[in-house]
């Protein structure tokens, strides 16, 4: 699946939209957010957490690396790797301990972690255009599919 944000608002709207059309039950759950510097990760994730109930600022954990986001149902791992040098350095954060039902992860620069993540079952990639962000969305699981199929893309 395709979408294009002329905006930030537009990429934050996709990331509520993708809240409202997460399946319902607490399985846990991964989406990969990929992308170069700039390309809307973090705000896609905003949009995103503040769909799901999230009154706090939602800011990027490029320095804290993890921010945990209760909401109902569950809880939101977002997770920032792009500072990681190693992915050895993976194992420090304790996300291990985050994986398991009631949990969801949203994961920006997956690829630092080079292969030590669980798979995902969503994965959105921003491309940044002139005129805004190309998002290609694809799904890498039944959860992944089942979440595609309820999206009502803005």
């Known amino acids: ?20 059309a997460q ?14 510097l700039g390309a809307g990760k973090t705000t896609l994730a905003r949009g995103y957490l503040e769909a799901r109930g999230v009154t706090a600022a939602v800011r990027s954990p490029t320095y ?24 050895e350095e993976l194992e420090t ?12 992860w949203l994961v920006e620069w997956p690829e630092r972690a080079a292969g030590r993540l669980p798979a995902a079952d969503l ?7 002139d005129a805004g962000h190309a998002i290609a969305l694809a799904a890498h699981s039944s959860l992944g599919e089942a979440w595609l199929a309820r999206l009502a893309v803005p």
């Open 1 to 20: 699946m395709r979408h294009f944000a002329r905006t930030a608002a537009d990429t934050a709207e996709l990331g509520a939209a993708l809240a409202r």
């Open 23 to 36: 399946p319902p039950g607490s399985a846990f759950t991964v989406v990969y957010l990929e992308g170069e």
């Open 64 to 87: 804290t690396l993890l921010e945990q986001y209760p909401v109902e149902g569950s809880t939101v791992l977002h997770a920032d790797l792009y500072r990681l040098r190693d992915p």
């Open 93 to 104: 954060l304790g996300m291990r301990d985050y994986a398991q039902d009631g949990y969801v």
């Open 123 to 129: 994965t959105l990639a921003l491309i940044i255009r």
